[in-house]
């Protein structure tokens, strides 16, 4: 497996409490996803970052913000947590070698928002 | 925006019966990925396809790009209980785009 890491595995907030999500990577790749899991919905793409401090948004973005400040580290920010974020979320990368290439995700981090 | 269909949702089979899975794009695709995913795992990168009708094989599973790069399909080949998880389609317009996934198809063979 790739070398990414997300923290944390598991938690548990309360509604209209900031979270922050981390998804840390040791293999110098370009590209960095966020993505959410949700029954019926597939993977939806929530922001992504094609560089350090270059990030766009993806098609559900309301309600999160994200940085990345160096290439290994990617942030996702709930600022006011809400249930309908209750979700798993996905962490994935993908290097920079033409013609596409394909992502490789971490294990996921389990969101429960109450 | 760009949008990836994937039909069946789900797919009951038994162990020994073909399974196949289609996704469609709005938009023409650069490139299509397919990924698998294991009852509580993450996804896993398949395999990639790249040309107008491309055709891939591995082992038993069977890949293919449609000639107008908007739609692909899965087929799996006598399925097997290892074959159980939900099956991904994810699809860029340009080479480096964003990875737009479908919504998968969740497989079940009964042994």
């Known amino acids: 497996d790739a070398g990414i890491t997300q923290s944390p595995r598991h938690k548990v907030t309360e509604t209209g409490t900031p979270v922050t999500l981390r998804c840390h990577q040791t293999e110098n790749h370009r590209y960095m996803y966020w993505y959410r899991q949700d029954p019926g919905h597939g993977l939806r793409l929530i922001h992504y970052?094609?560089?350090?401090?270059?990030?766009d948004k993806g098609e559900v973005s309301d309600g999160y913000s994200v940085s990345r400040s160096k290439t290994e580290d990617f942030l996702l920010t709930l600022e006011s947590a809400t249930s309908s974020q209750t979700s798993v979320y996905f962490c994935a990368i993908s290097e920079d070698r033409g013609l596409g290439t394909e992502a490789f995700f971490g294990q996921g981090t389990r969101l429960t928002v109450v | 925006g760009q949008q990836v269909m994937q039909i069946p949702q789900y797919q009951h089979v038994q162990e020994g019966e073909d399974f196949t899975t289609y996704c469609n794009s709005s938009t023409t695709l650069s490139n299509i990925q397919w990924y698998k995913q294991r009852p509580g795992g993450h996804p896993v990168f398949l395999i990639q396809?790249?040309?107008?009708?491309e055709v891939k094989k591995q082992k038993r599973l069977t890949f293919q790009f449609g000639e107008a790069k908007k739609n692909s399909s899965l087929h799996i080949t006598a399925t097997q209980t290892t074959d159980v998880g939900t099956y991904f389609c994810?699809?860029?317009?340009?080479?480096?785009?964003?990875?737009?996934f479908g919504q998968g198809t969740i497989l079940t063979v009964h042994p």
């Open positions: 970052s094609y560089g350090v401090k270059d990030t």
């Open positions: 994810a699809g860029r317009n340009t080479s480096y785009g964003k990875l737009t």
């Open positions: 396809l790249v040309k107008s009708g």
